[in-house]
């Protein structure tokens, strides 16, 4: 694939944020909901899926593995699947994009079918590290054959039957846990995942919706996940809530523009996803949840934010696993409160699609906040809710977060602040510059 060439923009203070919006599908939902209805007997039909880049990357590969994927005008996604163990041997590498997700997902699924795929991917996802999926899934027998550091490009050749494992987690990650619950699908017996501390949970949720025999019950060192194998999935019908991910941008910014109010509705609250808003709570942010129901068996509801006079915090390291996608957002909130607001416990942020302690360290700086890197977060210096001096260019370094968060930063500055890619928006959020400009925010093109 090659690279998409660079789109600079630049955003300049504005009104306020006034209205409503409605953000796009759940990624994380997205990519499982794609993975299961093509390992179901029958169609599924999958309502509201996010439709970015990550997403697509995934759906891609279930096709190239037998799945028949089609959507319709309506943007209903039908999905004809090959069953669990049915997966057909791609006939060419596996093309991840930017997407960590799908790849560290689709390494599990592969892991216990007798099938050998060759994931690739793009500068940035090359360079994350696949070792703690490649590990545990060696153990039930997949040989997988990476490239220095285990990265990508990387080859998994499955094993059937796979064996089953009782794996601890070595650290908080719903992508290893899922990798692992995945492969054991396909792997006769009881796979077992545990963790100590709780990480999105949404493959549990839509495994048992599916019809997997999966059960989750406290142990003396956290919480045991098991998953009987040789499973049989039913179709489904899925409907994909508004992503909190997408969603925290659009808070944050309504927090910290004079004037603003804003409902952004069909969010996914999920509580292993609602840490940032908890966060935001705590510094003083005006978030109310309005209309809350159950959609699917997960907590949706529509957020009311209003611009409010934020306070810097020490914000508890045990809220990383539930908003660990949503810290840049948070460090640009920090950025515009009064005080200091520290955040550690993050050392997950270093392996991201960027290392986003550094990144946004820097791109912070570009917009003039004085900022401590340590090696698990960062303490940042906050304007007291003052405009940020602007001024500079943001470096993105192909991370679709920190565009957005460092777009949300220039809604509030004294001088222009200039971006360097609006590219690895459409990874997550393609719509996401065009709902600035409905709103009246609209960014001004560079020359690259």
């Not at 500068?123 to 039930?140: N, T, W």
């Not at 529509?302 to 908003?323: C, F, H, K, Q």
Request: glycine share 10%; with cysteine.
């Amino acid at each position: 694939m090659s690279p998409a060439p660079p789109r600079p923009f630049q955003l300049a203070a504005s009104g306020p944020l006034l209205g409503e919006v409605t953000v796009p599908g759940d990624k994380s939902i997205s990519h499982r909901a794609v993975m299961f209805a093509s390992l179901a007997v029958g169609e599924s039909r999958i309502e509201g899926l996010l439709e970015g880049e990550d997403v697509l990357a995934t759906a891609a590969a279930m096709r190239a593995m037998g799945a028949d994927i089609a959507r319709d005008d309506a943007g209903v996604w039908r999905i004809h699947g090959v069953g669990v163990g049915g997966l057909l041997q791609p006939e060419r590498a596996l093309e991840m994009g930017n997407s960590g997700t799908s790849t560290r997902l689709l390494m599990g699924l592969v892991a216990s079918h007798a099938i050998t795929a060759t994931f690739v991917g793009d500068a940035s996802l090359s360079r994350r590290p696949m070792a703690r999926v490649a590990e545990p899934l060696r153990r039930m027998g997949a040989n997988i054959a990476a490239s220095p550091g285990d990265t990508l490009p990387l080859m998994v050749r499955g094993l059937c039957p796979a064996v089953p494992i009782e794996y601890r987690l070595p650290v908080a990650s719903a992508q290893v846990k899922s990798a692992v619950l995945l492969a054991g699908l396909n792997t006769p017996g009881i796979t077992r995942v545990i963790e100590r501390v709780p990480t999105r949970d949404h493959s549990e949720r839509m495994l048992r919706g599916f019809g997997a025999e999966l059960t989750v019950e406290p142990g003396p060192d956290g919480t045991v996940i098991s998953i009987r194998g040789e499973a049989e999935l039913r179709p489904q019908d899925v409907i994909v809530p508004g992503d909190p991910s997408s969603a925290a941008f659009w808070a944050v910014a309504a927090l910290i523009v004079p004037g603003s109010d804003l409902l952004i509705r069909n969010v996914l609250l999920n509580p292993t996803r609602a840490g940032v808003y908890e966060a935001l709570r705590m510094m003083g942010g005006d978030i109310a949840v309005q209309d809350e129901r159950e959609v699917g068996g997960e907590r949706v509801g529509d957020l009311r934010v209003r611009n409010s006079a934020l306070t810097g915090i020490e914000v508890p390291p045990d809220l990383a696993p539930s908003m660990i996608d949503e810290y840049p957002a948070l460090f640009v909130a920090a950025a515009f409160a009064h005080g200091v607001t520290v955040a550690r416990g993050a050392h997950e942020l270093r392996v991201k699609e960027s290392d986003r302690v550094a990144a946004m360290a820097a791109a912070l700086a570009a917009a003039g906040v004085a900022t401590t890197e340590h090696d698990d977060g960062l303490t940042v210096q906050g304007s007291g809710g003052e405009p940020l001096p602007g001024g500079g260019r943001v470096a993105t370094r192909l991370d679709h977060r920190i565009a957005m968060s460092m777009a949300v930063a220039g809604l509030h500055v004294r001088r222009p602040l200039a971006i360097d890619d609006a590219a690895p928006i459409a990874t997550s959020y393609p719509g996401f510059l065009d709902t600035m400009a409905r709103l009246g925010l609209a960014p001004t093109w560079l020359n690259a």
